[in-house]
């Protein structure tokens, strides 16, 4: 993936938008933020796990969490997903608040392994998602070919899971998550088993599958880098209990690009601002 | 299970068991032709073999071997069928595991020919009363293997069912099952040797035509060469169904990591 193919891929959203309707819709980020957390607390065996978290999270926008270990940030991902319901508090899903799992949430989860299943091919893992949403099985091959070709595992249709490496697992995961046609993607630590090498390649599909798409990421990481090189908005968790300790805005041009991004005077800024802060809550 | 995965090397091994085999039955005949036992009692291979070249040549002996081998495959897919419908039932709701829990492990430990009597008034001396005790004494390894299967599913998997909102019935179908699949082909694998064993009790003990009955008989009136036959043929049909049950594992079971 080059720097032109982003561009490229990012114009082609802008003149469809002028085109269609939805597109232009969701194509302004409007005031109204499509996801809100109201003084959500959540308790666990007489543990506090979440205090009062209040969130908005507009449409379109990449949002990345980050916080040591305990802090709650997949919790709060699970809360959108409707897997968790709070204590006190609500969170306001397109003006509803969350009660279930809704499908155009999708979810990809850390353990990628285990979130497919391994008696079904890498298609029919796809497959599982387009006959949960009922679409019709004439349609099914096209739409899985396309989806499959859309996270580079276009020939290794017809592999089981096991057949395939780590990365390729997860990118298998993620092309069922978009067989659901997501407003809103939930990825939690979906890199964090990777090597260095395939999680700055799947960094930037995700980016340009997001980019085409229009859809809103909460994205779950424990690396600061990876955050700041993703997100438009990092928000750092602290421990003890789980609450919103800081919001960073992330002001770095798009399409983001592995070298020149990360090299960025400001990305340099803002990876020794945030670093700072979660050793000092850390500690 | 051998580590030999090469060509050559696989065919070793099969000559080695093969030579094994042979050593065997080599060393049978060695025995009957020193009439170290009574050929009354213990007739050579050789006397064996030539009893079931002539059963099968009257077409008496693989009439037999027929129906018994019927009855073993009917009692073994019906509780199979039965034992995997059960335990979806039971399986696939804690509230159901925990209410017929106690019951089952009461009724399991019951010896299957303990449960013959009561086919017999059931039933009478009949087809459908060797079913029943088939069913009764095979049913639990494919009850609890898939009953097991449903419990151990991975709970990642689970919420993979919830996000994408599945129901209950394509939970059921598309993950539960497949998932219970490996547990329930070692069952079934563990009830076909069950449904034999039952099966040939059944024969004697309801008198009904078959290899079960054919080797009483034959002991009764001290025809060892038809007697060994039997036993030699009972042996097959496990060594054929097991090879034939592995075939089904393989195609079944490919998606699994080559071990």
């Not at chain 1, 299943?117 to 349609?139: D, I, Q, Y």
């Not at chain 2, 299967?149 to 994408?164: D, N, S």
């Not at chain 2, 080797?215 to 025809?223: E, G, H, K, M, V």
Request: with cysteine.
């Amino acid at each position: 993936m080059t720097a032109f193919d982003q561009a490229s891929a990012r114009k082609l959203k802008n003149s469809e938008q002028l085109f269609t309707g939805t597109e232009v819709d969701k194509g302004m980020k409007s005031a109204e933020p499509l996801i809100t957390f109201r003084n959500v607390c959540l308790d666990f065996v007489g543990r506090r796990i979440l205090q009062d978290i209040n969130l908005s999270i507009g449409r379109q926008e990449f949002v990345c969490v980050v916080g040591p270990s305990g802090c709650g940030k997949t919790t709060t991902l699970r809360l959108i997903a409707g897997l968790l319901q709070p204590t006190s508090g609500e969170i306001v899903y397109n003006g509803k608040p969350v009660r279930e799992p809704a499908r155009d949430i999708a979810v990809v989860f850390q353990d990628y392994t285990n979130a497919l299943l391994p008696w079904r091919t890498a298609a029919g893992n796809v497959s599982l998602a387009l006959e949960a949403a009922g679409v019709p099985r004439t349609e099914r091959p096209d739409r899985i070919a396309a989806l499959l070709e859309k996270v580079g595992l276009g020939n290794r249709g017809e592999a089981y899971p096991s057949e395939l490496s780590g990365g390729m697992q997860q990118r298998l995961q993620i092309a069922r998550c978009l067989a659901q046609e997501p407003s809103v993607l939930l990825m939690d630590e979906p890199f964090g088993a990777l090597d260095a090498m395939t999680r700055q390649h799947l960094q930037d599909q995700v980016l340009r599958i997001m980019d085409q798409s229009g859809t809103t990421v909460f994205f779950v990481t424990h690396d600061l880098e990876e955050a700041i090189y993703l997100a438009d908005r990092v928000i750092a968790l602290a421990p003890n209990p789980g609450r919103v300790a800081e919001v960073f805005d992330i002001k770095l041009p798009r399409p983001r690009n592995q070298l020149t991004t990360r090299e960025d005077p400001e990305f340099l800024r803002l990876r020794r601002k945030i670093f700072d802060f979660v050793q000092e809550s850390e500690a | 299970m051998n580590k030999n995965t090469t060509r050559t090397g696989k065919i070793l091994w099969l000559l080695a068991s093969l030579a094994f085999a042979a050593a065997l039955i080599a060393g049978w005949q060695l025995i009957a032709n020193m009439r170290l036992i009574s050929p009354v009692f213990l007739p050579g291979p050789d006397r064996a073999f030539d009893a079931a070249v002539t059963g099968f040549e009257s077409g008496e002996l693989g009439g037999k071997l027929l129906l018994t081998v019927e009855r073993m495959i009917y009692g073994w897919v019906l509780s199979s069928i039965l034992g995997v419908a059960l335990g979806t039932l039971i399986g696939s709701s804690a509230l159901a595991r925990s209410y017929f829990g106690p019951t089952l492990e009461f009724i399991r430990p019951l010896p299957a020919s303990a449960i013959a009597p009561i086919a017999i008034t059931l039933f009478g001396l009949s087809n459908a009363s060797v079913l029943v005790l088939i069913a009764f004494g095979t049913i639990w390894p494919m009850l609890l293997a898939t009953i097991h299967g449903f419990a151990a599913i991975h709970p990642r998997l689970t919420e993979v069912g919830h996000v994408l909102k599945l129901s209950r019935l394509e939970t059921i179908w598309k993950i539960a099952l497949p998932n219970a699949v490996p547990d329930i082909l070692a069952s079934m694998r563990l009830g076909l040797t069950i449904s034999l064993i039952l099966t040939i009790v059944g024969e004697m003990l309801m008198g009904l035509e078959g290899i079960g009955n054919s080797i009483l008989l034959a002991a009764r009136s001290f025809d060892a060469p038809n007697l060994y036959a039997g036993v030699i043929l009972i042996g097959l049909i496990g060594l054929v169904s097991n090879l034939l049950l592995d075939m089904m594992d393989r195609r079944l079971l490919r998606w699994r990591p080559s071990r």
